[in-house]
């Protein structure tokens, strides 16, 4: 066998490496060495000072993966990262202590406490929309809850997940925290094995296999998803920003490829022309009269997802309903800013999440008809709304059921760490960010303390009336109960 051939031998990652690798990852957890809290400040640390180091390196590999504009990457990838860091490094005391809790007359004398502890070793698979951001923010949940990781990259942001692999080999501890580059073949070797959590964001076709394989282990899951997430646009508002900020969620972050970008827009047909308009003003002001040389847009990511794209576009139910945009250069895979006005709810477009930058407009003749239209589809990852009625915002937030909303903007409401981001039904389960990161890989055991102290002979055989009696007024947590049995008053 050749050198070459050996090599190639080495790096082949199946089913039987990856269950060496969890192996080796329990033993090391078992040490208990990530119980400690100097041991997960050391590790939040070091990723905080490799987000630091190598700024220009990140910003290069998302800029190959996706011409990423600079901007996005140092604010939406490293900045939320550092800025999760920093709120870690600032709280995980406070989330490690255990929380003291009330007993009652029914443990008498007894204490009580919550205490966190890790789950074990967990997976995250990250996607290659914001290949950085939802790798390293799921993985700082897992470590600041005591956890071993394994963080398995998407193969579709190459320059991101080897990049993600050398910076954590080079900062944080390997005995620990390990990388698993590949594709297909390794990922279905991991979801083969044993793991405590899997942390998966992508979409709900993917979502269901990482659930089925989960399922064999009773191992729980967090499924980041997406969805249509819908912009409902009345017309009281201050159009100039409104048309700014769904630009800003829609094109302004990855060129719409993100899952919580707002997927269509609802508004009465009346208002719907001003909007258009509107949209068109504010677009050419952020990228020029030729879009698709714009810096500041990112690529399609690849060429399955340009043809699925423009797919969408051909589609003849749509194709006479462009009012802006709709250029394309499949060759340097870019599709201009796209907006479509009245288009049918039977459409391609209209059937999946679009995860790009075309925005259908729907109308209706009252704006309340948007809640139906809402509710009639599968819940979203995300729901916006910019109106200035407060009854019919309270009527949003209360019939509306999404992973998150957000009034009179869009996307924000992801970077405020005291709010659980995550989905609902088709969208999701569970949540994560700040604390609700830490709570996701921790479970929260419950202990109760007692002395040999108060030991009442009622609770063992041979069982009597007057024994029932007390066992019931305590199990009740009545006072007078007790002391009606005790003495025997009817």
Known sequence: MSDEDSQTQKKVFDAETASSLVKELRKNFGSGKTRSYEWRVSQVKALLKAMTDNEEEIVDALRSDLAKPSLETVVYEIGVIKSSCEGILKELKHWMTPEKVKTSIRTFPSSAEIVPEPLGVVLVISPWNYPMLLSLDP?????????AVVLKPSEIAPATSSLLEKLI??????????????????????????????????????????????????????????????????????????????????????????????????????????????????????????????????????????????????????????????????NKLRI??????????????????????????????????SLDVINSGDKALAAYIFTTDKKFKEEFVKNVSAGGLLVNDTTLHVVVDTLPFGGVGESGMGAYHGKFSFDAFTHKKAVLYRSFAGDSSSR???????????MKALIAGSFLGILRALFGWS
């Open 139 to 147: 993985v700082l949940g897992a470590i600041a809850a005591g956890n």
């Open 169 to 330: 080999e080079k900062y944080m501890d390997q005995s620990i925290v390990r990388v698993v580059q590949g594709a297909v073949d390794e990922t279905t070797a991991l979801l083969q094995q044993k793991w405590d959590k899997i942390f998966y964001t992508g979409n709900g076709k993917v979502g269901r296999i990482v659930m089925t394989a989960a399922a064999k282990h009773l191992t729980p899951v967090l499924l980041e998803l997406g969805g249509k997430s819908p912009v409902v646009v009345d017309s009281n508002i201050n159009l100039k920003v409104t048309a700014r900020r769904i630009i800003s969620g829609k094109w302004g972050l990855n060129n719409g490829q993100s899952c919580i970008s707002p997927d269509y827009v609802i508004t009465t047909k009346d208002y719907a022309p001003k909007l258009v308009d509107a949209l068109k003003t504010e677009l050419q002001e952020c990228y020029g009269k030729n879009p698709l040389e714009s810096e500041d847009l990112s690529r399609i990511v690849s060429h399955n997802h340009f043809a699925r794209l423009s797919k969408l576009l051909n589609d003849d139910k749509v194709s006479g309903k462009i009012v802006y945009g709709g250029e394309k250069d499949e």
């Open 336 to 369: 201009a800013p796209t907006i479509l006005l009245d288009v049918p709810r039977d459409s391609l477009i209209m059937g999946e999440e679009i995860f790009g930058p075309l925005l259908p407009i729907i109308t209706v003749n009252e704006l309340e008809e």
């Open 460 to 470: 063992y055989p041979p069982y009597t009336d007057t024994k029932q009696r007390l």
